[in-house]
Each structure stands twice: as structure tokens, then as C-alpha cells.
């Protein structure tokens, strides 16, 4: 520690930070631009100007920028100096000589850090009597808005969008006061983070275009923490509403998880709770009149009792949604519903990580890992998060040497990017196909799944013997296992990467085997394995049959009624089955959000909330724990599914959830009957936590027309819904202060009106939240185990004439369910074709764009082809879970149908 | 003496490597190679030649920051030759007129810091200069004094042309570096300077080409003979002086370091043209303070333009006469920089174009009270240590000091709703 003089004043501060993060970690408010806590700095805005004194005796001292000054022992600085303030003002006027003063009809405004910062510095009076400068706006596709009037020249959107981010075309353009931020030419900006420059620009540059369909100031919304359910990473959100429509997702602070960023499928895919497809009424087949909860949990509950029942959960319902469903159905008769090779591959995941002796990253261990091996994932669309954290990743081994050798500070952002120049740690990425993180990688080779895992288990076999020698290695891959192997071992954290990408169990097993081997000879090693959806993991823990079973049940008449969660089967099983098998059910029942395949076949629909309807918890893919809460009431039946479960037992006669009427109940009964979810309890405040006797509120101190908004239909106010699941509030009632950070609805603080305010909401700028970032990590691999190793011994991959073996491929924008009913999302869906190598096209005659006919388990599809020179010859991708491509249950072999010449 | 610019012909075309042999032209890198790199960068550090770009540094003291412990490590030496100084025309003399020179002593400088490439970093309205170094670095490396294994010492060096697209601002060596690079030319942070992480992170000099031409006459002729080229022993060598302006004769001539500013224009420039009286000079470029009459008689040399509250910059004076309006002089200058200004740091980027158009609305009699104010605001606030670089506190020591020496000029801009001089603007 060190002792910072602050307008004479001594506090105890960190060294090594810069005079910036110093002050803003007191508490005091040093206005800043260029600056952000990710990114470090660049010394460009000249905003945070303090006075800096030799000593005591120094009167006069010189003003410096506190973001490029480190923090010295006996330092003596002063935020309150005249010519400070004054220089800090002058600052702003600058900036304020050309903006364009359009607040009233600008997004940004009322969460704006510009505005804030106006405030803070003082100015004021316009001075400047001149013309001012005027840019032309570009179209940059469904997700941002652009207007570069607003533009005050930080840098930070080039900062975020290229050093950070990894993106190529947003750039900065011209010079002296007519610098252009933007594109060469109009068009959609192609990286998958762009969507955090609507947070990263201090003013409304850049603005979310989908909050911009329905407008509300961030003051007008009700906010509540949310979890991404768009992926396994489980990255946070704040999720924000007005008039019963979901109007904006942004990011919420956790630094163990997310940081500050989220991907774009997260922030943007948020549309289809609002969407006309969505499930709004209670539905029974040739009963229309049924339309009220109580009717309808009559008339479902005559025919669960009619004969036996199954039900089948969701790696997208909440964990309490799955157990509800266990608990009425029956653990015997409790089925995952996701495919039957997906459900092997996360429980095998599942037994890694708890039987095995490595434990799963969090974000900074993954931020810090010194080498890096991926097997066989295909990152950006299967954890997309998990690529910004690489990306940062690479740059941190080269980056604290050069630091340490220049005596330069990490946080002196461009004076270390320029010094890294190209170098990265190392990053081998062996994967079916070419990939975005090949971009990070000092190597990259494109393997079938069954040549990943061998190479795999032969590094694996390079660091340890006792995993067995891969044979008839090619010597292009023994040079290279050898060399990765060394490469680990040479590390102090390396990092394995694995996951359901490849859809093979030995890809895993193999990963597994690395990682072990390397703990084995005392390495700080991690091992991340990616899953499918937000509770892909939780459901896993929960237990339960494979679907096929449940397909057997009904084929062999053991189930009558069907009770689907949240679900839709022709998602998770091939269409001849799931037909056969809803038919020869003989009621179905489902509770889900959005109408689908599954949906029209089903007798009995129940309206589920989504993600902003319901209170719920997920299991991440890092086994975390977290909690997500409703953020309005919806009109209607609409309501959670684990609570029309429960008053489903109930109305069936069933007592096994009677005495769970709130989330609470749920959650601890959880806690106490299933030991693997053990704690929690203890991941956010119970619902009668109260601060000084109030809940916290979820809307803001400054909502508005809450006696009004509702005139027109009926004058006088309703009364606002009362929230018996959570210590918030729907209303403007409530604390305003900052909460326990698992509850933290939205980041406000007084003078901070913008995001820029989580610096108020962390223990020290950057840092963790107040009380410790949200969620618990349930999965830790015990100590004094020593792994037995999978050591498998695959053969190479053969290559079948007439046969193809397909894997699935998955596209952030595009395979999810839900989001794709954002039409930003599906606009940039990835064609519907098959991918092989042009080696294997030509060999067939086909080109790009043709129809390739195949049987797969004894159905036959058409499906057009594109090539690439860089697939592995025998092997295609099927971008699974597009709107016009069958499921399958991949990876396996097609066989291809003799293609007619002509 | 004149050992810089001596030997340079009439017309003012090339000389030739043959030319360029028989004065002694690479006997000085002969010497060199002789040398341990730490003996040449010692005895230039003794000749006390300070880097002519403007800054003063040094040089010898610049070189000896490159670490020299790892030496399989990749260094690179430039010549900034990115002279766009408004006023400032002496190097495109040296460019023009003996390009040999100028590579000799970046080779004598390769040799001291170990460098393995150059580049020169040619202003790009140079045509002549770049016609005249692309044969020069051809005729170099025929002859062995370029590439690999020179003259048998087992020293090599790669030399590359560049040249610029015409941005001011790449004349500050950091914006200089990445410009090299391929990215946008602004300036970098120091630390680290570019003698640890200069271009593409390496250790990397940079230089000014007058300074590199005088290496070869420091090596061949000794630290102490260079040193008593000048008037004054702390800033060593001759200096290309140049005088802009209504004189007689304006143009540029090797003298020796420290000669007044008088004899300057009254010996060498031929004293003012008929009908023009001086009123006042930037004694080293546009990004320098005015000095007027009572400053005449100080010494061109760092140490003293330094004292009279200017500085010696390039030493290339613009004299400002009595039938030319200081405020439009200034306005002049204050287009360009702002023009110039790279955009990254606030001050510089919004604050040059406001007193442009103050300066601007001046000279068209649009003038408001409250403009000198605003004018000094800027003056203060653009200063050193507040923006990024040196770009906006060299532009502002022509505008503060036209508002210490010309205020009475301004003023009555303001009074008189118009240019007292009869000026306008568009």
C-alpha cells in the first residue's frame, strides 16, 4: 500500500494502479472519458487533469492526467486546485463546442456519462459562437445506431471494437477535428461484441437500434438482474421493461463471469418475449372455453390422473422449473428432453469436472491462462464470451513481460499493444473446421473429431506416460503433439478447452486426459468444457432418463399423459420419432414461452414466463450457481413454470408440493433433498430480506408517469403488483442504495447516471462488486484424488467412400431457439446448407450451391452444399438448429445418394 | 566551415557516390567500423551536437538509451525527413544536395546503436530529395557501404526510402513510428520512449537529417574540433540558419552555432527590403515564440534563444514586417496546426480550430471583446504537459507571444471592426 495526498488529505491506496482508479476507488468524482476500467489508458480525452506537487513545499505543482500517472508513495496530488477544476471544465467545453446539444431526442439521454461528466466538471456557458461541425451517419446493420454529431472523439469505441474485441471494420478515419468513427462504407458491423460500444460510448454514438423500436428512458424502465439465457456462459443482464414489453438488455457487472461485456446474441436476442408467437393464453384442444387458471389446472389434472405420467424437463427452464416437474412426475419418470448424444456428452462433462481433479475457470483464470489448448470447440458460436476472454488472454503473457522489462504499467494501454506488436502467448486450436478463434491461435490444425481426440490423448501421453501411446500418429501430428505438450508443461497456467462442439465424447475425454496429466505434474491448471444451454449443466446435476427412454415408455404404453417443460421435442429428436411418440401419447401437456412444432401437437398449452417473467436459477457451464428475476408481471395467465407445476400437484392431489409456495420454498427445498445443489440458498438475499425496512425497488427514483400511464384505460392507478419471491419491489418504493450485488436491479449512483456507474457499485474500480461478485461455484474437483485417465485408443479417421461423417456446427446468430425471433438475429443466420471440403465436392461433381441427397437413420434429406479447401477430406457440418434444417442426432455417417450427372 | 553544406554544387544538384568519395566521403564509416559502437556513440556525445529537429536533445545521450545487452535484438534507426514546418526549409538543402552525407552518418548512427534497417521517412512533396536518395541508396549498396557485411566488418544494414503522405504531424517521432507501421500517425506515450519501444516495439533511433549529417564530420574530424565549429561550446557544430520574410535576401546558410539574430538578417538575409521595417521573428519556425527588436542581438544557439523566452527550434527565422498584419501572420499559422492537429487529445483537436476562427473573425472585423481572453485561455491551456504532444504548445508560442508584443494590433481589430492592414479572410 501506499499513502496518496489527496488535497492534503492521506488515504491509503494500492500501488501499481493509476492515480484515476485511485481516486475514483476513494469514492471521489474525477471525471474521465478515454478511460475505462477494462481497456486501461490511453492519455487522449485529457479529462481527469489533477495537480500534481514535488512536496509539501510545491505550491505551484503542474497539472497531470491521472489516468497515465501510477500511484507513488507520498504522492501529493489535489482534485480541488483551480486550475484543475478549471482545465477539467475547459475540457469539456472543447468537447461541448461541436456536440450537438440534442439530448431531448437523443437515446443517450438521463444515461449519459457525458451528461454526467458535464455536470460534474461544471461547465456550463457556451463560449463557443462558431459553426459547428456536422458528419454524415452510417447504416451499421440491425444492431447499433449511428450518429457521429454526438461523437466527442475518446477513442474508446476503436479501443473496445478493435484492440479489444478483435473487430476489423470499425476504425477511426481523417484527422484534426474532423475525425470519423465508422466504417469504410455502410453495412452491418460483423463482430460479435459490438453490441457493448452502445456501453463502451460515453455518449449516443452509438445506441442499441433495438431499444430504439421502443423507446423508454432508462429512468421510465422496470429493471431487474438478469442472467443471459442465451448460451451456458451465464453472463449477467440487466433486463428492463415498460408497458409489458421487454425493451432492453444490457450488461450487468460480474467479474467473475462476464465482466463487463456480453456478446450480441445475449444483448440483442431478448425480442422474442415480446414476440406474436409468443404463448399468452391457456390453450386445450376442442375446449376453447377454458381460458382461467383454475379451469385449466382442473381439466389438466383429470387427465394426469387418468393413467401413469412422464415428464420430460429442459436444459432451458430454471432449475426449479425441472425439479417442480420431477417432483410431480416422479423421479422414475423424469426424462432430460435434449438429444440423446447431447445428454451423453454433458453428463460425461458433468462426471469430468466432479470426478475429476481440475477445476472449471472463472473469467480472470481464463483472462490469465500463459497457454492455451482447444480441442475440437468451435468457441464464438458455442461460448461466445469465452473468445473476448482469450482474446485478452493471448495478449497477457507477452504483455506483463514487456511491462516489466519497459518498467511501463499494464493499465499504459497503447504504449503495451504497440510493444506486444503481434507476439501472443501460445493458443493451439485443433478443430473440425476454421474457426474465429483461429484468428488468436499460434496454431491451428483441422482434424475430424476422431483424429482431435488422438492427437489429443497422444499430448496428453507427452506430458504423462501413463496415459497410453496414441498410435500410427502421422509425423506432421507427432512433431506437433510433442510440441504442444512441451508448450503446456512450460506454462504456469495452461488452459484446456473442450465441450459439446464436436459432438464427440472421445474429443472430451481427451481434453480431460490433458488437463490431468498436467495437474499430475503440478501444474495451476484449468479446464473449461463448454454445454449446450443456460441450464444444460443444471439439469445434468438434477438427473434424469434420456429422451429415448421416454420414447420407449410411450411406444411401449407405459405413459398416458406427457408433461413437456419448456421444450420442443422436434428440436431434440428426429420428426418421425417425436410424431410417433406425441401421437401415441395420449394427452399432452406443455408449458412454454413461444409457440413451436412441439406446441401444435400438444393437447394442453400452458403459458410459461420467460426469462422476464419468472424468478429462477441456472447452472452455468463453470458449475455457477445464479439467480435471475422477473422483471414485470405479465397480463394474462402467464406465469413461471415451476409455479403452475406446483399448483398442478396440488390440483392433482398430489401433496409432494404443498409446502413450496414461493421461489424460496423451492429453492431450499432443493438445497436440503439434492446435496449436489447444496448452497444455493445462500446465492441471493431471500425474499423477506429487507434494507431498513424496505425492498430494494426495481424501478428507478425518477420513473414517471406511473399514475398515468394506464389512464386511458382506467383512470384511477391500479395497484401495483407486490413481489412475494424477492426482496424487490416492482415500483419506485423501495431502497435506492447500492443492494447485495446478486440483487442489483440497475447501476445508478448520484451524479453517475449512466453504466459508468458500476465504478461506485466495486470494492475498487475494475474489482469485484461490493459483496463479492454474484453466484456460487457448485462444482469443485476434490484434492487428494489422483484421475484415472480415459486413455482411449481411436482409431484414425477412415474415410468411407459414398459416406460422409457430419458433425453438428452451431452460429451465435441463428442456432438458439429464442433469439432467432429477434429479426437483427435472424437476419444474420448463416445459410441452411451442408459444409464439406471442395476436395470431396469435386469428387462428387458437385459445386457450391448444389443439392447434396443423403440418408441418415433411414430417413432421406436434400440439403444444398458449400465448400471449403480447409475441411478435413470425408467430413461435413450441419449448421443444426436453423429455421429450414431437420434435426438429426450428429454427429454420424450420412450416406450420400449417386448424384445424377446430366 | 562548412562541412555540411561546403561541398554541395552551385545548382544544387546531387553529388555522386564518386563525387561524394573524392571530398572524403565514407571515410568516416571506414573510421567508424574501426570503432566500438560505444566509442562512436561517446564521441558524439562529446561533440555536444544537439538534435536539429528542434528539440535540442543530445544526440550522442539519445543513443547511448538503446539497450545494448541483447545483441541478436532487432533495432532500427530513422531519419525524420518529414520537414513541414511552415518556414522551415533546410534540410530539403542537405536532401537535395548530398544525400551521401546523410546516409553516412545514418550508417555511422546504424553502427552505434547496431541497428539492422533504416529508413529515411521522406516528406512527400520532396520529389527531387527522393529521386536523389533512391539513386543515392542504390549507389551505396553497389559499392558495399549498404547491406549486408559492410566494407568486410561484419556490420549490416538494410536502408529503405519511405515516403510520407503529407501530414505535419509525423514529424513528432512517435507519430512518425506509427505512421512507419501502417497506422494512424498520432503520437505515442512516453514512457517508453523509442530508444526501448521504438518502431514495431523495438529499440529505435530517431533522427533529424541535418543531425545525421553531421556525424560523419564529428567521427572523422573529432568531437572537439566540432565542438569549436560553434560560438558557444555547449551546443556544438555549425547550424543551417534560414530566414524567411520581407528581406533581401531570404534563404539558408551554414554558420556557425550561436551567430545573433542580427547579423543573421542583416549580413545573411540582407537586411529588410525597402519600405519594410522589422517588427519582429520566430527565430526557429512556426511553432516558436516572436522575438523583436530588443531581442536582435541574442545568440542563435539553444541555451540563449531559450533565455530571451523563445526557442531555437530549426532554426530557420520567419520575420514578421510592419506592412504584414500579426494577427492574419498568426491566423496563418493557427490554420495550419489546427489542420494538422492528428485529433487524438482533446485540447489540441477542439482548441486549435477555435482560435482559428477567432483569429479568423479578427481579421474580418467580427472581433468580440471577450476574443483576447478566449485567445490567452487557449494560449495557457494548450501548454506543455496539457495535451498529448508538442504539436498545440508549439502552436501557441507564436499566438502568446503576438498577444505579449501585438496586442495593441489586436485590439484594434476588435475597435476598429476590421484589419487596421486592410485583410480579409474567406
Redesign the interface.
Known amino acids: 500500500m501506499a499513502t496518496l495526498f489527496i488535497d492534503n488529505a492521506p488515504y491509503q491506496v494500492k500501488e501499481g494502479k493509476n492515480l484515476l482508479e485511485a481516486c475514483l476507488s476513494l469514492g471521489f468524482d474525477l471525471p474521465y472519458f478515454c478511460w475505462h476500467p477494462a481497456m486501461g489508458s490511453?492519455?487522449?480525452?485529457?479529462?481527469c487533469?489533477v495537480k500534481s506537487f514535488r512536496d509539501e513545499e510545491d505550491t505551484r505543482g503542474?497539472?497531470?492526467m491521472s489516468c497515465?500517472e501510477p500511484v507513488r508513495d507520498q504522492a501529493r496530488i489535489s482534485i480541488q486546485d483551480a486550475e484543475a477544476v478549471g482545465?477539467r471544465a475547459?475540457?469539456i467545453e472543447?468537447?461541448m463546442?461541436?456536440h450537438p446539444h440534442d439530448c431531448a431526442v437523443c437515446d443517450e439521454g438521463g444515461s449519459c456519462h457525458l451528461q454526467d461528466m458535464t455536470v460534474m466538471t461544471g461547465h456550463n456557458y457556451r463560449?463557443?459562437?462558431?459553426n459547428k461541425r456536422t458528419y454524415r451517419n452510417q447504416d451499421l446493420g440491425p444492431f447499433l445506431n449511428h450518429e457521429m454529431n454526438r461523437c466527442?472523439?475518446c477513442?474508446r469505441c476503436v479501443r473496445f471494437y478493435k484492440d479489444y474485441a478483435g473487430g476489423k471494420d470499425l476504425d477511426?478515419m481523417?484527422?484534426?477535428?474532423?475525425?470519423y468513427f465508422g466504417r469504410s462504407e455502410d453495412g452491418v458491423l460483423e463482430n460479435e461484441f459490438s453490441g457493448n460500444l452502445a456501453e463502451v460510448c460515453p455518449t449516443g454514438v452509438f445506441t442499441d437500434k433495438s431499444l430504439k423500436q421502443h423507446y423508454t428512458r432508462k429512468w421510465d424502465m422496470t429493471h431487474a438482474p438478469s442472467l443471459c439465457q442465451g448460451c451456458a456462459m451465464g453472463c449477467n443482464i440487466i433486463a428492463s421493461e415498460r408497458y409489458g414489453e421487454l425493451r432492453q438488455i444490457s450488461s450487468r457487472f460480474n467479474g467473475e463471469v462476464n465482466g463487463y461485456f456480453i456478446c450480441d446474441r445475449g444483448r440483442f436476442g431478448y425480442e422474442f418475449v415480446n414476440s406474436e408467437d409468443r404463448i399468452r393464453e391457456i390453450g386445450v384442444k376442442g375446449k376453447p372455453e377454458i381460458k382461467d387458471r383454475d379451469s385449466l389446472l382442473r381439466t389438466a389434472a383429470a387427465r394426469i390422473r387418468e393413467g401413469s405420467v412422464l415428464g420430460i424437463g429442459s436444459p432451458r427452464a430454471s432449475l426449479e422449473s425441472n425439479f417442480a416437474l420431477r417432483k410431480l412426475v416422479g423421479e422414475d419418470n423424469f426424462y432430460h428432453g435434449v438429444a440423446d448424444t447431447e445428454f451423453d456428452l454433458v453428463n460425461l462433462t458433468l462426471r469430468i469436472l466432479k470426478e475429476g481433479t481440475v477445476r472449471t475457470p472463472t473469467l480472470p483464470e481464463i483472462e490469465s491462462a500463459d497457454a492455451i489448448l482447444i480441442l475440437g470447440e468451435d468457441l464464438i458460436n458455442t461460448a461466445p464470451r469465452m473468445v473476448l476472454a482469450l482474446r485478452q488472454a493471448v495478449r497477457r503473457g507477452p504483455g506483463e513481460a514487456?511491462s516489466a522489462r519497459?518498467?511501463?504499467p499494464l493499465w499504459?494501454d497503447?504504449?503495451i499493444r504497440?510493444?506486444?506488436?503481434q507476439?501472443k502467448a501460445p493458443l493451439f486450436s485443433i478443430t473440425p473446421y476454421p474457426v474465429r478463434q483461429d484468428e488468436l491461435a499460434t496454431k491451428s490444425l483441422y482434424e475430424s473429431p476422431d483424429d482431435i481426440s488422438r492427437i489429443g490423448f497422444a499430448i496428453a501421453h507427452a506430458i504423462d506416460p501413463d496415459v497410453t501411446e496414441i498410435k500410427r500418429l502421422s509425423d506432421e501430428e507427432r512433431m506437433w503433439t510433442a510440441h504442444m505438450a512441451a508448450v503446456l508443461l512450460r506454462a504456469e497456467r495452461p488452459l484446456i478447452i473442450s465441450g459439446y462442439g464436436a459432438g464427440s465424447e472421445a474429443v472430451i475425454k481427451s481434453a480431460a486426459d490433458v488437463a490431468w496429466a498436467l495437474k499430475k505434474s503440478g501444474k495451476d491448471v484449468r479446464l473449461s468444457l463448454t454445454v449446450p444451454e443456460c441450464n444444460s449443466m443444471g439439469l445434468a446435476m438434477m438427473g434424469g432418463h434420456r429422451l429415448e427412454s421416454a420414447l420407449d415408455a410411450v411406444a411401449h404404453g407405459h405413459a398416458d399423459t406427457v408433461i413437456i417443460l419448456e421444450n420442443d421435442l422436434y428440436r431434440r429428436a428426429e420428426k418421425t420419432l417425436v410424431d410417433e411418440f406425441l401421437q401415441k401419447s395420449r394427452h399432452v401437456i406443455l408449458l412454454d414461452q413461444v409457440y413451436h412444432q412441439t406446441a401444435e401437437e400438444a393437447d394442453v398449452i400452458i403459458p410459461a414466463g420467460t426469462f422476464a417473467e419468472a424468478d429462477g436459477t441456472l447452472i452455468s457451464g463453470e458449475g455457477r450457481a445464479q439467480r435471475f428475476y422477473q422483471v414485470f408481471v405479465p397480463d394474462g395467465p402467464v406465469q413461471e413454470s415451476w409455479r403452475w407445476l406446483q399448483q398442478l400437484a396440488e390440483a392433482c392431489g398430489n401433496r409432494t408440493l404443498s409446502h413450496l409456495r414461493i421461489l424460496d420454498d423451492f429453492v431450499l427445498e432443493i438445497a436440503k433433498t439434492c446435496p449436489q445443489f447444496e448452497g444455493i440458498e445462500h446465492i441471493a438475499p431471500p425474499s423477506d430480506f429487507r434494507i431498513g425496512a424496505q425492498k430494494i425497488a426495481r424501478q428507478p427514483h425518477r420513473y414517471s408517469g406511473r399514475t398515468a400511464k394506464e389512464a386511458h384505460i382506467q383512470v384511477s392507478e391500479r395497484k401495483p403488483p407486490s413481489d412475494e419471491d424477492s426482496p424487490l419491489s416492482f415500483t419506485m418504493e423501495g431502497y435506492h442504495g447500492i443492494p447485495p450485488s446478486a440483487v442489483v436491479p440497475f447501476f445508478w449512483a448520484p451524479g453517475w447516471n449512466s453504466i459508468q456507474s458500476i465504478n461506485k457499485y466495486q470494492i475498487e474500480v475494475g474489482g469485484p462488486l461490493h459483496d463479492g461478485d454474484p453466484g456460487r461455484r457448485l462444482i469443485e474437483p476434490g484434492d487428494a484424488h489422483t484421475p484415472v485417465f480415459f486413455a482411449e485408443q481411436a482409431a484414425p479417421f477412415p474415410i468411407r467412400p459414398d459416406c460422409l461423417y457430419l458433425i453438428p456446427q452451431y452460429a451465435i446468430f441463428g442456432t438458439e431457439e429464442f433469439s432467432v425471433h429477434s429479426p437483427g438475429i435472424a437476419s444474420r443466420s448463416p445459410a441452411a446448407a451442408i459444409t464439406v471440403a471442395r476436395a470431396d465436392a469435386d469428387s462428387w461433381g458437385l459445386r457450391d450451391g448444389d443439392l447434396l441427397e443423403f440418408q441418415f437413420n433411414g430417413q432421406e434429406y436434400k440439403l444444398a452444399i458449400q465448400t471449403n479447401q480447409q475441411y478435413p477430406r470425408g467430413m461435413g457440418t450441419l449448421p443444426i438448429g436453423l429455421k429450414g434444417v431437420p434435426f438429426m442426432d450428429l454427429p454420424g455417417w450420412i450416406r450420400l445418394k449417386p448424384v445424377e450427372r446430366s | 566551415m562548412k562541412p555540411l553544406t561546403g561541398h554541395i554544387k552551385a545548382d544544387g544538384t546531387p553529388l555522386t557516390l564518386a563525387e561524394y568519395e573524392q571530398l572524403g566521403g565514407y571515410q568516416a564509416l571506414r573510421k567508424a567500423l574501426r570503432m566500438s559502437p560505444q566509442e562512436v556513440t561517446t564521441e558524439v556525445k562529446n561533440s555536444n551536437l544537439k538534435g536539429r529537429g528542434g528539440a535540442g536533445f543530445n544526440t550522442g545521450m539519445k543513443w547511448s538509451f538503446v539497450p545494448m545487452d541483447d545483441p541478436s535484438a532487432e533495432k532500427y534507426l530513422i531519419c525524420n525527413a518529414d520537414e513541414m514546418e511552415p518556414g522551415t526549409f533546410k534540410d530539403r538543402w542537405l536532401l537535395e544536395g548530398n544525400p551521401h552525407q546523410l546516409l553516412e552518418g545514418m550508417l555511422i548512427a546504424a553502427y552505434a546503436i547496431q541497428a539492422s534497417e533504416g529508413y529515411v521517412f521522406l516528406r512527400y512533396a520532396y520529389k527531387t530529395a527522393a529521386k536523389g536518395i533512391r539513386v543515392a541508396l542504390a549507389e551505396a549498396e553497389r559499392a558495399g557501404y549498404l547491406g549486408s557485411n559492410i566494407l568486410g566488418s561484419g556490420f549490416s544494414l538494410r536502408m529503405h526510402l519511405h515516403t510520407g503522405v503529407g501530414?505535419y504531424?509525423c514529424g513528432e517521432e512517435t507519430a512518425l513510428l506509427n505512421s512507419l507501421e501502417g497506422k494512424?500517425?498520432t503520437p505515442?506515450?512516453k514512457?517508453?520512449f523509442p530508444q526501448?519501444?521504438g518502431l514495431?516495439?523495438k529499440p529505435t533511433i530517431v533522427n533529424n537529417v541535418e543531425t545525421f549529417s553531421c556525424v560523419p564530420h564529428i567521427i572523422s574530424n573529432g568531437a572537439a574540433w566540432f565542438q569549436s565549429l560553434s560560438k558557444n561550446p555547449q551546443d556544438g557544430g555549425t547550424k543551417i540558419y534560414g530566414v524567411s520574410g520581407k528581406v533581401n535576401r531570404p534563404g539558408a546558410w551554414e554558420l556557425p552555432m550561436g551567430i545573433t539574430l542580427r547579423e543573421l538578417i542583416e549580413e545573411h538575409a540582407g537586411g529588410m527590403r525597402s519600405g519594410y521595417r522589422f517588427r519582429g521573428a520566430l527565430p526557429g519556425g512556426a511553432s516558436t515564440d516572436f522575438l523583436v527588436e530588443e531581442h536582435l542581438d541574442v545568440p542563435m544557439d539553444y541555451g540563449s534563444v531559450a533565455a530571451a523566452g523563445s526557442r531555437l527550434g530549426t532554426g530557420t527565422v520567419v520575420v514578421l514586417d510592419d506592412r504584414t498584419c500579426p494577427v492574419g501572420f498568426v491566423h496563418n499559422l493557427e490554420h495550419f496546426f489546427?489542420?494538422?492537429?492528428?485529433?487524438?487529445?482533446?485540447?489540441c483537436?477542439?482548441?486549435?480550430?477555435?482560435t482559428e476562427?477567432i483569429l479568423r473573425?479578427l481579421e474580418n472585423g467580427e472581433g468580440?471583446e471577450?476574443d483576447l481572453d478566449?485567445l490567452a485561455?487557449h494560449a495557457q491551456?494548450l501548454g506543455p504537459?496539457?495535451?498529448?504532444c508538442a504539436l498545440a504548445p508549439g502552436a501557441m508560442e507564436p499566438l502568446q507571444s503576438a498577444l505579449n508584443y501585438f496586442r495593441k494590433d489586436f485590439e484594434q481589430h476588435i475597435h476598429e471592426k476590421k484589419c487596421p492592414y486592410g485583410h480579409t479572410l474567406h
Not at chain 1, 490511453?42 to 479529462?47: N, T
Not at chain 1, 481523417?174 to 475525425?179: I, P
Not at chain 1, 504497440?418 to 506488436?421: D, K, L, P, S, T
Not at chain 2, 489546427?338 to 485540447?347: D, F, I, K, L, Y
Request: aromatic letters at 10%; charged letters at 15%; hydrophobic letters at 45%.
Open positions: 490511453v492519455g487522449a480525452c485529457r479529462q487533469a503542474k497539472l497531470v497515465m482545465f475547459g475540457i472543447w468537447l463546442t461541436n463560449r463557443f459562437r462558431f466527442i472523439h477513442y477511426a481523417g484527422a484534426h477535428n474532423h475525425v514487456l519497459m518498467n511501463v499504459q497503447a504504449a504497440q510493444a506486444i506488436q507476439d | 501530414r504531424m494512424r500517425a505515442r506515450a514512457p517508453p526501448v519501444s514495431f516495439g489546427a489542420q494538422e492537429s492528428c485529433g487524438w487529445c482533446t485540447p483537436r477542439e482548441g486549435l480550430p477555435w476562427k473573425a468580440r471577450n478566449l485561455m491551456a504537459g496539457k495535451t498529448f
